[in-house]
């Protein structure tokens, strides 16, 4: 007999993903629009840190916080690319930016504690602010879907005690503007609660620039990984920076529920960090011409989507979008719903296009063919 396992109703609350019922839906021989990670190979000399790191027998636990060869790196990537200084001392690194941001929201959200959170929205946020007993925000996108500080502004009440900023987001690939950093940096300053910011897609920007708002604030807790970057989803390899009295009560989670990121994956990690930025251009460009060929389909379809303007996703608002994804599906189309990442995402799908441009010819024929 199955015994009567009393579970916590934190985590009974919780539903399963939406995108992986997508993937389940689709057959074997899609074409897969559904994927949040880029296609390509990690390059080669980042494989081949992690070979040698193997034959050399670095296979052990590491220094909780990660080897410090690797936060010297980190810290000397954030003075160069993102114009702020963090000490070696002021990273952990984790299992991904998924650890991260759990660390983050672990170290600060009480029961009853409020998260403000982009609807839609990439969709661990909810579940990790939930999971910890807090209560997600919803903040609505405005019209060009991205995150307005005068929408964070109004819903921040006594137990608000943090919002996430995702820039370029999933689902919707808008990039934030300086400005908007700015804004955000003033109210977690003004209001002394904290902003996180998700920073995984920083290298996929097509248009504008990408803006930490770390370089405004000490309030801010910086969310970042090589999965996206260096196509290392696989590798579970991320970090977090942020001002010391945050680390000190993140290190206590990490060193429980983690321990230690992967060793071997610190040493490809380092050579990610200190090598050649070529092969990440190269997968900038690649996806810029995707994203053209994509979106220009799109419109011509009917569909009303302005070019993202950063990550690896088109969000275009589509009339009976329910009836196009499905119809999509049942065709060998893997798309996700706008619903799979919030309420707010109603009327839209996401269409990521991390898969050839042969795929994506491919699949606008289809699509023209039975919409
Ligand atoms: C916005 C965002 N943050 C974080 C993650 C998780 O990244 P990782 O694979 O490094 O845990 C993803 C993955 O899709 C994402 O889209």
Request: hydrophobic fraction near 40%; include cysteine; charge should be negative.
């Amino acid at each position: 007999m199955m015994t009567s396992a009393r579970f916590a109703q934190r985590v009974l609350n919780i539903d399963i993903s939406g995108i992986r019922k997508m993937f389940e839906a689709a057959g074997s021989n899609a074409i897969n629009l559904g994927l949040g990670q880029p296609d390509f190979d990690t390059p080669l000399h980042i494989r081949q840190a992690a070979i040698d790191a193997i034959n050399e027998g670095f296979t052990g636990y590491t220094y909780g916080a990660g080897i410090p060869e690797l936060r010297t790196a980190l810290s000397s990537k954030f003075e160069r690319e993102n114009n702020f200084n963090v000490t070696p001392n002021e990273i952990i690194v984790t299992s991904g930016a998924s650890e991260a941001l759990e660390l983050a929201i672990a170290s600060l959200v009480d029961p009853g504690d409020e998260v403000l959170i982009a609807n839609p929205g990439f969709v661990s946020y909810n579940a990790l602010v939930e999971i910890m007993g807090g209560k997600v925000v919803p903040v609505p996108l405005g019209g060009d879907l991205s995150l307005r500080p005068e929408d964070v502004l109004e819903r921040i009440t006594p137990r608000t005690k943090a919002f996430i900023v995702n820039s370029p987001a999933n689902p919707t690939g808008a990039v934030q503007s300086r400005n908007d950093m700015k804004a955000f940096a003033e109210i977690a300053d003004d209001h002394d609660i904290t902003l996180i910011s998700d920073e995984v897609y920083e290298h996929f920007i097509y248009e504008g620039e990408h803006v930490s708002p770390a370089q405004y604030s000490d309030n801010v807790i910086t969310v970042n990984a090589t999965s996206k970057t260096y196509s290392m989803t696989g590798w579970r390899l991320g970090y977090v920076a942020a001002k010391q009295h945050y680390i000190e009560q993140m290190i206590k989670v990490h060193q429980y529920v983690q321990a230690c990121a992967n060793s071997i994956a610190q040493k490809a990690a380092v050579a990610a960090l200190n090598g050649p930025i070529e092969p990440v251009i190269q997968m900038r460009d690649e996806f810029r011409q995707r994203r053209d060929l994509l979106v220009g389909g799109l419109n011509s379809l009917g569909m009303r989507c302005d070019l993202p303007r950063g990550a690896f996703y088109a969000f275009p608002e589509v009339d009976d979008y329910m009836g196009v994804v499905n119809t999509l599906i049942s065709n060998g189309i893997v798309v996700v719903p706008g619903t799979a990442f919030g309420s707010g995402g109603e009327g839209y799908m996401r269409l990521s296009y991390s898969t050839s441009q042969a795929d994506i010819k491919r699949a606008l024929m289809i699509m023209e063919s039975v919409l």
